[in-house]
């Protein structure tokens, strides 16, 4: 079981503000890593900085090393890294297009104008998300008009028509109802069979039901990883402890 | 007690919305009443579509009431306009809410609204002594031509473009550009295939308002355009209906066929900016959707 992306002494600052300080981190391919820690702790910047959308932050400075399947993203072109790595957000953002074209638009990005392959991949992600049963008959609809864990789960499957190898997703489902949130979970377990998942979230329950490993971070220091049943059952740190109990968050 | 002040600030609501409403159905009803008894003299069509406007009894033995010159150097003068002031608008309003820095905005922005806040006869002034003698110096005759007017009337309407414009492009770009990012498209492809298709809506509201402006825009237009009853050329002279008003209300006999007609004129251009103010709303709809 190899790793399919990691950091390497990975810092992160703000102009003169660090907000995160030599993170070295791997996360396992085919598997769920949660990131959770205090509000913040820079969970978001550590996800922002694996796919380098920090670098659209125009006083962000980061410093280290990200691998992804052992190659380093330094050489690698910004549009090879975030093909690689898909990102979905916190609040869902659809294209104000139809569901089809929302899935289409990056394939026809890259290149691929053909309809029927076109079709395939819409039909193809649609279905990755279990929403294809659900709206197979208004993929002309405006995706704006669905739900918002509808929409969420568009989003999710928006970024894999990139064919990304890692997905990663901040918050997906803080603005979901709790069964639009069961659904997602379900989704993303299901997901982790061909993608490498990580996920940033600030509900502890969540990060049980879905982690295979949990990363804790508290003031851009990374305090504790491990293996998910483990980390939950018996955290090696104290203050690990304490927020797991909810002591801080 | 808080119920009888709730009551009465409905009622006072009610009045005030009722007070505009009326006084919008009321000057439509003036004008009208103003301009039907011109048609005892002349046709509609003969209105609308003659060119000879010879309208001071006494003087010709023939009087005529054409407008059709007058309609058309407005609406060619205010598409000029739409189309020089859309042209450079949208690029600005594109630079400022996806390209500037926020600082450069903020510097910006108070400026493109001064542009707003600048009299008409200002306009009119600049354009008369910088452009006007320009296009003199380039060989048109007397200098006065439409697309001097175009071009200041395209300076009067930036300001109503470019801040609607750029606030929608602003707010889309901040919903939009980061996701367009995650997926590794170009910013510049995300802009054109996402950002500016979500903001069609509001710009072309942002189109209703200025070409609202830019028919009756009266003082600018008339100070360079050279107010002459022909057939607009880009280089040539015109005169918008909202110049034949200005300059020959004052002149004309009340109660005369003149004067009617020059109400006629007006409510020739309300109909005009109302069917095109339709027309855009139709089109909104239809992209929208």
């Known amino acids: 079981m190899g790793e399919t992306i990691k950091t390497e002494g990975l810092s992160v600052s703000y102009g003169k503000k660090s907000v995160l300080h030599n993170i070295s981190l791997e996360f396992p391919k085919n598997r769920i890593t949660s990131i959770i820690g205090p509000s913040g702790c820079g969970k978001t910047t550590l996800l922002m900085a694996l796919d380098e959308m920090i670098k659209e932050i125009p006083d962000a400075r980061v410093t280290g ?78 995706a704006l008009k669905f739900s918002g864990g509808q929409q969420q789960r568009i989003c999710i499957a928006r970024a894999l028509t990139a064919e990304p190898e890692v997905l990663l997703l901040d918050e997906p489902c803080s603005s979901l109802d709790v069964k639009s949130t069961a ?20 509900n502890i329950a969540q990060a049980k039901r879905l982690s295979d490993k949990v990363v804790f971070l508290k003031d851009g220091l990374k305090i504790e990883e491990g293996d998910a049943k483990e980390f939950f059952r018996s955290p090696k740190e104290e203050e690990t402890g304490e927020f797991l109990r909810g002591i801080y968050g | 007690m808080r119920k009888i002040f709730n009551n009465i600030f409905y009622i006072f609501l ?54 059709f010159n007058f309609i058309a150097a407005t609406i060619y003068v205010s598409i000029l306009a739409m189309f020089i002031a859309v042209s450079i608008g949208l690029g600005a309003a594109i630079y400022l809410s996806c390209i500037a820095s926020e600082r450069l905005r903020t510097v910006m922005y108070p400026f493109i609204d001064l542009l707003a806040g600048i009299p008409s006869v200002v306009y009119g002034f600049v354009g008369l002594n910088v452009l006007v003698k320009i296009f003199l110096k380039a060989g048109v005759h007397t200098g006065n031509c439409v697309l001097a007017a175009a071009i200041v009337l395209s300076v009067m309407l930036l300001p109503y473009l470019v801040s609607s414009s750029s606030d929608t492009l602003l707010k889309n770009k901040e919903l939009y550009l980061s996701a367009g990012n995650a997926l590794g498209v170009e910013k510049w492809y995300t802009i054109a295939s996402v950002i500016l298709p979500a903001s069609l809506k509001n710009i072309l509201t942002a189109m209703i308002l200025a070409i609202g402006r830019a028919m009756g825009e009266t003082m600018a237009v008339m100070m360079v355009m050279g107010n002459a009853n022909l057939f607009p050329h880009i280089l040539g002279k015109g005169e918008s209906i909202a110049s034949v008003i200005a300059l020959e209300m004052g002149t004309a006999v009340s109660g005369s066929t003149h004067f009617h007609a020059l109400y006629a004129s007006g409510l020739v251009l309300v109909v005009i900016l109302l069917l095109i103010n339709i027309l855009i709303g139709m089109l909104r709809r239809k992209l929208v959707r």
């Open chain 2, 14 to 67: 009610c009045v005030f919305t009722l007070i505009t409403i009326i006084s919008l159905i009321f000057v439509i009803l003036f004008i009208t009443k103003e301009a039907l008894p011109t048609f005892k003299e002349v046709s509609l069509m003969e209105f609308l579509f003659g060119r000879k406007w010879m309208p001071v009894e006494g003087i010709s033995d023939n009087p005529g009431f054409g407008i």
């Open chain 1, 65 to 142: 090393n990200i691998y992804i399947d052992d190659v380093n993203t330094e050489a690698l072109s910004m549009e090879e890294i975030r093909r690689k790595v898909g990102l979905v957000f916190q609040k869902p953002v659809p294209f104000p297009f139809s569901v089809y074209d929302n899935l289409a638009y990056a394939p026809k990005y890259y290149g691929n104008h053909d309809k029927t392959s076109l079709n395939r991949i819409v039909i193809e992600k649609l279905q990755m998300v279990g929403l294809y049963d659900e709206i197979k008959d208004e993929l002309k609809k405006s």
């Open chain 1, 183 to 202: 659904i997602i979970e379900e989704t993303l377990l299901r997901l982790k069979e061909k993608y490498t998942i990580i996920i940033v979230t600030h």
